[in-house]
């Protein structure tokens, strides 16, 4: 699938934040997701945070960083999650991340900047940004109009926030029982980088300030503890699979076939393979590793997704539908799914049915910009055209554009039964479109 000139194949696709220069993209898959959440569930316990309220969110980055922007969410670039070693340094990002949200350091920032004469227009970039962290699925963008410099200024942490993070972290991974000590390795990545410019450090060193205080207060406490506990099989499992099909994903085929030989689990080994025949448009070889993938594991629905991705993307509409249908069942409150099983019902030319998918998929997972683009197909081939209307204003609205998003919203209202909840949601755009041509004219 080509989005935004980046070819990633469907389940597996690209979320644009941005359309200026700098702009943060999500890659979004229920897999690695899941994946993320199993590693990130003992922490955000211990810290006190939901594990179903903050989501973690994989950022199309390369390089080492993660982050935070409000409650919701922790941000993580799929660069760090690659070069992770051992799940404890991966958790120990995590870890620190929470600490960031359970001490209120993002809360007190989004304070300060909404009431800085200098952060004009961050307040909705980061209303823009909490939508998307609270919801949203493969292709969902969110635009916002703020210059680099203040979001690199807004995502910077002050030393203080940095060592209480620390500290804060280095107790949850101890409750989780997960080795502190991957704290230790992560500062070691960094070590030696504060004498270097700002320009020349890593992007997790200039939003996570490193002192040798902090080195050796982290040392000293690993140290105090002893030898900690082993690693986690479950952790451990976990972070191959997430590893192994964000690789196959982003790295060269040829490069995932080389490597899969040294894959520790079976069953990750052949859904690397799958993947990788598929990005090189060997249907036949794919279909050889998923059904072996799938006898081995029937119950999987991640890996149910995965053959209906590689069946839709071969246009083999009907068969996708039977195994996303299979997918849903195992895992019927994942909205990724459903959205991918409504998309897939839509193509093989049944919209009333792709319509309750869908529906139900909203419903789980509200701020959805690719799911709203399906729902409008729908729609319109339903006859439905005030809420095909409706949903294109809505889409519009989520990804930032108001200016685009009002004459969709004015057209659903003059459709749709006035005082209706749908007719009510079309005002709320149009009056929030008509709001922002008002600031403009300021």
Same mark, same amino acid.
């Given at each position: 699938?080509?989005?935004?000139? @980046?070819?990633?194949?469907?389940?597996?696709?690209?979320?644009?934040?941005?359309?200026?220069?700098?702009?943060?993209?999500?890659?979004?898959?229920?897999?690695?997701?899941?994946? @993320?959440?199993? @590693?990130?569930?003992? $922490?955000?316990?211990?810290?006190?945070?939901?594990?179903? *309220?903050?989501?973690?969110?994989?950022?199309?980055?390369?390089?080492?960083?993660?982050?935070?922007?409000?409650?919701?969410?922790?941000?993580?670039?799929?660069?760090? $999650? @690659?070069?992770?070693?051992?799940?404890?340094?991966?958790?120990?990002?995590?870890?620190?991340?929470?600490?960031? $949200?359970?001490?209120?350091?993002?809360?007190?920032?989004?304070?300060?900047?909404?009431?800085?004469?200098?952060?004009?227009?961050?307040?909705?970039?980061? &209303?823009?940004?909490?939508?998307?962290?609270?919801?949203?699925?493969?292709?969902?963008?969110?635009?916002?109009?703020?210059?680099?410099?203040?979001?690199?200024?807004?995502?910077?942490?002050?030393?203080?926030?940095?060592?209480?993070?620390?500290?804060?972290?280095?107790?949850?991974?101890?409750?989780? &029982?997960?080795?502190?000590?991957? /704290?230790?390795?992560?500062?070691?990545?960094?070590?030696?980088?504060?004498?270097?410019?700002?320009?020349?450090?890593?992007? =997790?060193?200039?939003?996570?300030?490193?002192?040798?205080? *902090?080195?050796?207060?982290?040392?000293?406490?690993?140290?105090?503890?002893?030898?900690?506990?082993?690693?986690?099989?479950? +952790?451990?499992?976990?972070?191959?699979?997430?590893?192994?099909?964000?690789?196959?994903?982003?790295?060269?085929?040829?490069?995932?076939?080389?490597?899969?030989?040294?894959?520790? =689990?079976?069953?990750?080994? *052949?859904?690397?393979?799958?993947?990788?025949?598929?990005?090189?448009?060997?249907?036949?070889?794919?279909?050889?590793?998923?059904?072996?993938?799938?006898?081995?594991?029937?119950?999987?629905?991640?890996?149910?997704?995965?053959?209906?991705?590689?069946?839709?993307?071969? *246009?083999?509409?009907?068969?996708?539908?039977?195994?996303?249908?299979?997918?849903?069942?195992?895992?019927?409150?994942?909205?990724?799914?459903?959205?991918?099983?409504?998309?897939?019902?839509?193509?093989?030319?049944?919209?009333?049915?792709?319509?309750?998918? /869908?529906?139900?998929?909203?419903?789980?997972?509200?701020?959805?910009?690719?799911?709203?683009?399906?729902?409008?197909? +729908? =729609?319109?081939?339903?006859?439905?055209?005030?809420?095909?209307?409706?949903?294109?204003?809505?889409? =519009?609205?989520?990804?930032?554009?108001?200016?685009?998003?009002?004459?969709?919203?004015?057209?659903?209202?003059?459709?749709?039964?006035?005082?209706?909840?749908?007719?009510?949601?079309?005002?709320?755009?149009?009056?929030?479109?008509?709001?922002?041509?008002?600031?403009?004219?300021?």
């Amino acid at each position: 699938m080509q989005t935004q000139g @980046l070819i990633l194949v469907a389940a597996l696709t690209l979320t644009p934040f941005a359309a200026q220069a700098q702009s943060i993209r999500l890659l979004r898959d229920a897999d690695i997701e899941n994946g @993320l959440t199993e @590693l990130a569930r003992p $922490i955000l316990t211990a810290a006190g945070l939901s594990p179903r *309220r903050v989501r973690i969110l994989v950022v199309d980055d390369s390089s080492f960083n993660a982050f935070v922007i409000d409650h919701r969410a922790i941000f993580v670039n799929y660069g760090l $999650i @690659l070069k992770a070693e051992t799940p404890e340094m991966l958790q120990a990002v995590l870890a620190h991340e929470a600490a960031h $949200i359970a001490n209120g350091h993002i809360g007190r920032r989004i304070q300060n900047m909404r009431s800085a004469s200098t952060a004009a227009g961050l307040g909705t970039a980061l &209303g823009m940004l909490a939508a998307i962290a609270g919801g949203g699925e493969a292709g969902a963008g969110v635009a916002f109009g703020v210059q680099s410099s203040a979001l690199r200024n807004f995502l910077s942490h002050t030393r203080a926030e940095e060592s209480s993070a620390d500290r804060s972290a280095i107790g949850f991974l101890t409750a989780a &029982g997960i080795n502190p000590k991957g /704290m230790v390795d992560l500062h070691r990545i960094f070590a030696g980088q504060e004498a270097l410019s700002a320009s020349s450090q890593d992007p =997790y060193m200039r939003s996570h300030p490193l002192t040798r205080d *902090r080195m050796r207060a982290a040392e000293a406490y690993v140290a105090s503890a002893g030898d900690g506990p082993a690693t986690n099989p479950e +952790a451990a499992y976990w972070l191959a699979r997430v590893q192994g099909k964000l690789s196959a994903f982003t790295r060269a085929p040829s490069w995932t076939k080389r490597r899969s030989s040294s894959e520790t =689990y079976a069953d990750v080994k *052949r859904m690397r393979l799958a993947v990788a025949q598929h990005r090189q448009h060997n249907f036949g070889r794919a279909q050889k590793e998923m059904q072996a993938l799938l006898a081995s594991r029937p119950k999987d629905a991640y890996y149910h997704e995965l053959w209906g991705q590689i069946l839709y993307e071969n *246009r083999r509409w009907a068969a996708a539908v039977a195994a996303f249908g299979t997918a849903a069942k195992l895992a019927p409150n994942e909205p990724l799914i459903l959205a991918s099983l409504g998309r897939a019902e839509l193509a093989a030319g049944n919209p009333r049915a792709a319509l309750k998918t /869908m529906e139900k998929a909203r419903g789980l997972d509200f701020r959805n910009a690719t799911l709203l683009r399906d729902m409008s197909l +729908a =729609y319109a081939q339903t006859k439905q055209t005030g809420m095909a209307a409706l949903v294109t204003a809505e889409r =519009y609205a989520l990804q930032g554009r108001l200016k685009d998003a009002g004459p969709h919203a004015k057209r659903a209202t003059g459709l749709l039964a006035k005082g209706s909840p749908a007719w009510r949601r079309a005002q709320d755009v149009l009056i929030a479109f008509e709001q922002d041509e008002k600031r403009k004219q300021k």
